[in-house]
């Protein structure tokens, strides 16, 4: 029998339709070919091919934009935003438009061309963390940008072009509709019980566990109650905190360790699936102007949502913002529990 | 120069990056494969193959379930939601969900396989909305129901499974937020303003004409101001009404000669792309009481969103509710209006 679940959070219902389900092994996952070496940007000896970094690591100390790094961060060559100019909002008639200010970087997070985020050691993973935080701190100086969004599209069906393991961040001048519908959740459910409402989904997904993938001492891993994705995860910090540029190198450790266990269970469970990574922070309006915020940060909580691409989005979806998933959260998790277990 | 438009309706923000366009005959679409006829359940004499038919036009007057048919609607065979039981809402812990009751229903166009929506005569194409409006007045009569989405799938990057041309509905217990979303907003701007909002769209795309497609005496088709994807197009009544089951024969006449002539640019200006199309119209508990509604239903208006599929749907979009659209509507309008004006 199908069943609807709401979202705690945006109040969007989901459909569980067990009968439309496959076997987690059944689902097809396409790789991109691989880029021939002299056309991958990416490469160690190829830094010419990208516009200058704006962040790297390189622990041999050796200069900018020329071999030696373990990380680095470029300005996408085909930017959605561009960093140039003043941010210049109008009205056209009945509309309302603004010019595209912002940025659009690439953290290219090795120099390995097939060395996909869960293959890396941790140390590997939370460098990707650290450059993420890096970057945010450095963007929310520009006072012209009000978010940041830090995300990955892994595999072709994610909406990835190049195989070499990046992810990017987007900084823009608005905060997304879909951290505002969050933002205003949590500041309700706050006001209402004077209780934060991600440390409740927490502390409501510990209570009977059936939907819990990973825990360490920083992280649970979690299968969303109203998952929109078959094997969709959430990966949320066990202590208060809005900005995810406040994590300590040690918060960010434990993080590499939550989602590399999780992408691994994925790639073994699902047959490296597709996917997509999403960071969820408060905007730079919160840390900015602190005192307008009595709460104290106390309602919102950054966290991580991971979204395999094994089922599509068509006018089901795009007509009522409800999803059809196949395979119910207990379900999943049961699959990526014993993925990681073994793993 | 990137631009950011705002959807005057959800309030949605779109990232217009022209840089990243390619030439629209450029695009890669995807056709399914053609079933082979002994699998085909939507064939002429495959009526067994399907549950029995709930709505059919048979101007012979044949038997139901037999040949003999221009249109069936049959229940799908894996539904996401089912028809039988009472409606069930609960409480699960610190979660809400309820039953899967509702109906999931195949609306298959036509007994050729092959002949796609635009190749259609005008009665071909307008007899597919009829089925719609009598199946929307028959389900609106179960009081389990509160709303009923027509949806089109076309093409495998669309999420179709099968090519035989089909519509499909879902009536649902729960109002899609997507179509809650533009009822707050059609009625906050209603209260403010005294005007309805989707006539003032219309008034405002007719005053420059840039975004409009074509037009008839009952319909006006144009490329949103803040298009999620590139050549989406919106079909709007001219005339005010919230429900599309109150259109009368000749309204739908006038429907199908928007939709097909639109259908049929895409196909020669974009090489057949793979779309989805979705019907929004008022939710039931509106018609049901509409002593509730003391703006008679002057706020919202029912209209159709046709949504290509040339680009994918990946982090950005998921993490923010915004859109990156490389092709900015003025232009996909021109492409658009000269493949009609040709067609």
């Given at each position: 029998?199908?069943?609807?679940?709401?979202?705690?959070?945006?109040?969007?219902?989901?459909?569980?339709?067990?009968?439309?389900?496959?076997?987690?092994?059944?689902?097809?996952?396409?790789?991109?070919?691989?880029?021939?070496?002299?056309?991958?940007?990416?490469?160690?000896?190829?830094?010419?091919?990208?516009?200058?970094?704006?962040?790297?690591?390189?622990?041999?100390?050796?200069?900018?934009?020329?071999?030696?790094?373990?990380?680095?961060?470029?300005?996408?060559?085909?930017?959605?935003?561009?960093?140039?100019?003043?941010?210049?909002?109008?009205?056209?008639?009945?509309?309302?438009?603004?010019?595209?200010?912002?940025?659009?970087?690439?953290i290219?997070?090795?120099?390995?061309?097939?060395?996909?985020?869960?293959?890396?050691?941790?140390?590997?993973?939370?460098?990707?963390?650290?450059?993420?935080?890096?970057?945010?701190?450095?963007?929310?100086?520009?006072?012209?940008?009000?978010?940041?969004l830090v995300f990955k599209n892994?595999?072709?069906?994610a909406g990835?072009?190049?195989?070499?393991?990046?992810s990017q961040l987007i900084?823009?001048?608005?905060?997304?509709?879909?951290?505002?519908?969050?933002?205003?959740?949590?500041?309700?459910?706050?006001?209402?019980?004077?209780?934060?409402?991600?440390?409740?989904?927490?502390?409501?997904?510990?209570?009977?566990?059936?939907?819990?993938?990973?825990?360490?001492?920083?992280?649970?891993?979690?299968?969303?109650?109203?998952?929109?994705?078959?094997?969709?995860?959430?990966?949320?910090?066990?202590?208060?905190?809005?900005?995810?540029?406040?994590?300590?190198?040690?918060?960010?450790?434990?993080?590499?360790?939550?989602?590399?266990?999780?992408?691994?269970?994925?790639?073994?469970?699902?047959?490296?699936?597709?996917?997509n990574l999403v960071l969820h922070?408060?905007?730079?309006?919160?840390?900015?102007?602190?005192?307008?915020?009595?709460?104290?940060?106390?309602?919102?909580?950054?966290?991580i949502e991971?979204l395999?691409?094994?089922?599509?989005?068509?006018?089901?979806?795009?007509?009522?913002?409800?999803?059809?998933?196949?395979?119910?959260?207990?379900?999943?998790?049961?699959?990526?529990?014993?993925?990681?277990?073994?793993?």
């Amino acid at each position: 029998m199908p069943e609807l679940r709401k979202d705690p959070v945006v109040g969007r219902w989901i459909v569980f339709s067990p009968e439309r389900q496959i076997r987690p092994e059944r689902y097809r996952c396409e790789e991109l070919p691989p880029t021939r070496p002299e056309d991958d940007p990416f490469l160690e000896g190829h830094e010419a091919y990208t516009p200058p970094e704006v962040y790297a690591i390189r622990p041999s100390g050796s200069a900018p934009n020329g071999p030696g790094w373990q990380l680095r961060v470029v300005p996408n060559r085909f930017p959605a935003l561009r960093v140039e100019g003043e941010l210049d909002k109008e009205a056209v008639g009945f509309y309302d438009r603004m010019n595209g200010i912002g940025a659009h970087e690439v953290i290219v997070e090795t120099p390995h061309p097939q060395l996909v985020l869960e293959k890396q050691n941790l140390a590997g993973v939370a460098r990707v963390f650290e450059a993420c935080r890096a970057r945010i701190i450095d963007l929310s100086r520009d006072l012209r940008m009000n978010y940041v969004l830090v995300f990955k599209n892994h595999g072709a069906q994610a909406g990835a072009t190049m195989p070499h393991p990046h992810s990017q961040l987007i900084a823009m001048p608005v905060t997304p509709i879909v951290v505002k519908e969050k933002l205003v959740a949590a500041r309700a459910y706050y006001l209402e019980k004077d209780r934060n409402l991600f440390e409740d989904i927490l502390k409501s997904e510990k209570k009977t566990g059936d939907r819990v993938v990973f825990e360490n001492d920083g992280f649970t891993v979690f299968c969303p109650f109203a998952s929109r994705f078959p094997f969709e995860t959430c990966v949320m910090p066990r202590k208060q905190s809005a900005d995810f540029q406040n994590s300590t190198d040690e918060d960010l450790l434990l993080l590499a360790e939550a989602v590399q266990r999780t992408l691994a269970a994925y790639a073994e469970a699902l047959n490296r699936p597709n996917y997509n990574l999403v960071l969820h922070t408060a905007p730079f309006r919160r840390s900015r102007h602190p005192e307008a915020w009595t709460t104290l940060d106390a309602d919102f909580r950054w966290h991580i949502e991971i979204l395999p691409r094994l089922t599509g989005v068509a006018g089901f979806e795009f007509g009522t913002g409800f999803y059809i998933n196949p395979t119910l959260p207990e379900e999943a998790a049961g699959v990526l529990r014993e993925a990681v277990t073994r793993g």
